[in-house]
């Protein structure tokens, strides 16, 4: 049974850090693209940045270039977003989200089939 764990979200003042984890289980993550998404009360779930399965390749959405960094660590099959310069609008619940192998369209939630139950983030200003 795949399952999706995140970690790490919080209260954190603008300007600031911090570090989300997905532990995934059921599953091998190095095989897998790996995506995080965000969702803010109102709003739909929106594309923060992802990681291919293979090559070490990342995307990140515009709003967050620059500012969060997706990285794997697949002998411990975790996914970490580091989110730096935290501004209010960055508030929501953060989801991570899985896919065996290469999806052509990574920033859509459609292509993903696992999820999980998301963290949330709280950046006061």
């Known amino acids: 049974q795949v399952q999706l764990v995140e970690s790490g979200g919080g209260l954190v003042q603008a300007a600031g850090s911090l570090r989300l984890s997905c532990a995934a289980s059921?599953?091998?993550?190095?095989?897998?693209?790996m995506g995080w998404f965000r969702q803010a009360p109102g709003k739909e779930r929106e594309f923060v940045g992802a990681t291919r399965w293979r090559g070490g390749i990342t995307y990140y959405a515009d709003s967050v270039k620059g500012r969060f960094t997706i990285s794997r660590d697949n002998a411990k099959n975790t996914v970490y977003l580091q989110m730096n310069s935290l501004k209010p609008e960055d508030t929501a619940v953060y989801y991570c989200?899985?896919?065996?192998?290469?999806?052509?369209?990574?920033?859509?939630?459609?292509?993903?089939?696992?999820w999980g139950r998301g963290t949330q983030v709280t950046v006061s200003s």
């Open positions: 989200a899985g896919q065996i192998f290469t999806i052509s369209e990574f920033a859509r939630p459609e292509s993903y089939g696992y």
């Open positions: 059921g599953l091998t993550l190095s095989s897998y693209t």
